[in-house]
């Protein structure tokens, strides 16, 4: 019952900034969309969380649709290690648990 | 603070095994989630432990089940193991306050011979 779409892949050069999109056209007027990421062989991190207004924090920015249709995550100044698979995350019909979908897999090349 | 500490890291069992894997969250961090995550899959949820009571729990056979233990530790358990149950589980911690932000350990990779 996953509620997030995401394109399987994406190229980024470093230094460049990366965004990556989201669409949750289906998630709930009060609902948190989630971002995190996930480098090979360790558990995900948390990146940023978003209602309604674009959110920003030391890793990334997050810019949601007025309408709350997508969203798009923003890391401005790629690099080497931002390379990884982000997850745009948002709760399960049930309410009780984030579904993690397949995300999206960021190379960030030199 | 330190993080999510999950034991063992690594973890070869046979068919037929059980298994119990332990998970210790973040201090002050009262809710414990578990999720399975294989490559066909992707990361499914288990069950979350919140106050030593389980509270929420996803589509899973008995074989998984969990506890919570007073000081939020918490450990998952899979009897009679299968093939199919070669993952890597991850256990996450948070502070019911903060919204949905996690915080994930590196998990364990369960290998089933």
């Known amino acids: 019952d996953a509620k997030t779409t995401q394109p399987t892949s994406m190229d980024c050069a470093e230094g460049r900034a990366a965004n990556l999109p989201c669409n949750h056209s289906?998630?709930?007027?009060?609902?948190?969309v989630y971002w995190y990421r996930q480098i090979h062989s360790q558990g995900p991190q948390y990146i940023i969380h978003?209602?309604?207004n674009n959110e920003t924090n030391e890793m990334a920015s997050l810019i949601i649709t007025e309408d709350r249709k997508s969203s798009t995550l923003i890391l401005p100044h790629a690099t080497l290690r931002d390379t990884a698979v982000y997850y745009c995350?948002?709760?399960?019909?049930?309410?009780?648990?984030?579904?993690f979908g397949k995300g999206t897999t960021l190379s960030v090349s030199s | 603070k330190a993080g999510v500490t999950q034991t063992p890291r690594y973890l070869i069992k046979t068919r037929g095994q059980q298994v119990t894997l332990s998970c210790s969250p973040i201090?002050?961090?009262?809710?414990v989630s578990w999720y399975q995550q294989t490559p066909g899959q992707g990361l499914q949820f288990l069950f979350e432990?919140?106050?030593?009571?389980?509270?929420n729990k996803g589509n899973f056979p008995g074989r998984f089940s969990g506890r919570q233990f007073s000081n939020s530790r918490s450990e998952m358990n899979v009897s009679t193991l299968e093939l199919g149950d070669s993952a890597l589980y991850l256990c996450?911690?948070?502070?019911?306050?903060?919204?949905?932000?996690?915080?994930f350990g590196s998990g364990t990779q369960l290998s089933v011979l």
């Open positions: 996450a911690s948070r502070d019911p306050g903060l919204n949905e932000k996690l915080f």
């Open positions: 289906t998630i709930s007027g009060n609902e948190y």
């Open positions: 978003g209602l309604k």
């Open positions: 995350i948002a709760k399960n019909q049930a309410g009780t648990a984030l579904i």
């Open positions: 201090s002050g961090h009262r809710s």
């Open positions: 432990y919140f106050s030593e009571t389980q509270r």
